[in-house]
């Protein structure tokens, strides 16, 4: 498998990390609502350390309904703050001012009575490549997101973000890295999007696809490109695709380079229809 996370790099991001969590109060870590638990970084809990932390459920709009109100509700059952989010809508944001307030207020109200004036929560975004740490902080930063400068000698050369209500954001997220050992996991990133075509050819990352697909969203698969899946194998699957769809090379021959581009981008952006590859009962030992 080729990602490009090598022991030197990962050490380095994790310095990065570790060196600006000493500046805020919270952590949002952000998750990827189809794949929340392979997009989780493995390490995120050490690296955090007991910080305050909210779990933001990121491109909720691409996932399956009921599976974002299951993860809800694992988290809930945790005790752990989350929060489902549309970016690019703009759905659940609010919501986000709201419970980093809840969170951090108590650490608030003491530094309120030690008499320090600012009073402002300070948080920064965390997550693997991909999963929209930067569309949020944009979102989150608005039109009105003023960028706060550096602020001499508390936040040295740091960029912070003010936010509506009392909210300071590092303009900087951090960049985690996935998983690596588990080859669901792997093909589930690469399924999203966040790893890129990498781990292997692009035919055969569409026929994982499509098995996967074919399993428990048969009805998508059908209504998306009017074929029925029942008896037919993926690859049969595939190049009827690619017939509907006239991904096809001189003398009708199926242009599986194609279709397989077609299948992965129309899933990846939501075409097919909502669908999480993860589902809170699938994963034994979630943390
Ligand atoms: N549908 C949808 N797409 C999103 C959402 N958030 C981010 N994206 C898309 O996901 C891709 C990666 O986002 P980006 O913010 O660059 O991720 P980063 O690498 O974590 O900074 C971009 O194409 C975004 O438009 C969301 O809530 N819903
Ligand atoms: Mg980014």
């Not at 194998?233 to 397989?260: F, H, M, Q």
Request: with cysteine.
């Amino acid at each position: 498998m080729n990602i490009n996370w090598y022991p030197g790099h990962m050490k380095k991001t994790k310095d990065l990390i570790c060196n600006n969590l000493k500046l805020v109060d919270l952590v949002i870590e952000l998750l990827d609502s189809r794949i929340p638990y392979s997009s989780k970084n493995p390490d995120i809990d050490k690296i955090i350390n007991n910080k305050p932390r909210i779990v933001i459920m990121s491109k909720s709009d691409l996932a399956n309904e009921i599976a974002n109100y299951k993860w809800v509700d694992y988290y809930r059952s945790e005790n752990i703050p989350v929060l489902l989010v549309n970016s690019i809508s703009n759905t659940g944001i609010g919501n986000i001012i709201n419970e980093a307030n809840k969170v951090v207020g108590e650490k608030l109200q003491l530094r309120e009575q030690k008499g320090i004036k600012n009073t402002s929560i300070r948080a920064m975004i965390v997550g693997i490549p991909n999963v929209g740490k930067s569309t949020l902080i944009n979102t989150l930063a608005g039109r009105k997101g003023a960028q706060t400068g550096n602020r001499p000698g508390v936040t040295k050369g740091k960029q912070w973000i003010k936010l509506k209500g009392n909210i300071e954001l590092l303009d900087t997220p951090g960049i985690l890295w996935p998983k690596f050992e588990d080859v669901n996991v792997a093909l589930n990133l690469a399924f999203t999007g966040a790893i890129k075509d990498e781990i292997m050819d692009v035919e055969t990352l569409a026929l994982k696809l499509i098995e996967r697909l074919k399993e428990r969203n048969k009805d998508l698969l059908e209504s998306r490109y009017d074929i029925l899946v029942d008896n037919s194998g993926p690859i049969n699957i595939i190049e009827e695709i690619a017939i509907k769809r006239g991904c096809l090379l001189k003398k009708e021959e199926i242009d599986y380079t194609r279709v397989s581009h077609l299948i992965l981008d129309e899933f990846r952006r939501g075409l097919i229809g909502r669908i999480s590859l993860e589902y809170p009962e699938d994963i034994k030992n979630y943390v």
